[in-house]
């Protein structure tokens, strides 16, 4: 919770404070569990080499790069949505559908990473692997807009988003290898990894609003 002074129902001392902590807190619990599942399905999407040579491995590494990329991605969701829940303040039906529409996009990414693995050098999975990233990246904004149309445009996560530019640019860049995939599909894995780099490291203005009231 990042409490406000302005906001004394908010607080975590308090009841009201207390309730909105516990619901963002199950809510949390609940992605997480989520996550770690879509994170389980896409590792038992992998295949072990046929051979016991480096050479046998070499077939098998474009599907390890896949995996690599899918987890990378997965694993930058959960962190940016960790900070996310930890900045709102309410949870309302909107922030639920929200949420649970974004857990929708990345629960696709398991079956998408086998079809990209075995197929990566053709348009078809390449161009939907791009489509659900961009669907994701979309639900993720409408999960961060419902969640300030709960708290109000002088919330933290308002105040932390501003213009969001890292997420506009995000999008385009999805959109673009969903398009340039039927090009090649190198062109939308290297966007993907871009996009991948970019989000690596949290989102650290959420961290400028962790700082308590006094």
Sequence with gaps: MFPD???PESHSGSPAGAQAESETGRLEAFSDGVLAVIITITALELRAPVGGAFTDLRGRLPALLVYILSFVI??????????????????TGGVMWANLHLLFWLSLIP????????HYHESAPAVTYSLVGLG???????LTMAIIRAD??????ATAIGRDYKGRVSLLAYAAAAGLAFVSPWIAYA???CVAVMWFVPDRRFGRQATPQA
């Design 5 to 7: 002074a302005n906001a």
């Design 74 to 91: 997965i694993g930058i969701y959960w962190n940016n949505h960790h900070h996310l829940l930890r900045a709102a303040r309410r949870v």
């Design 111 to 118: 079956v998408l990473t086998g079809w990209v693995g075995e």
């Design 136 to 142: 994701a990246a979309v639900a993720f904004t409408i």
């Design 152 to 157: 109000g445009s002088d919330s933290p996560v």
């Design 191 to 193: 966007l993907f990894a």
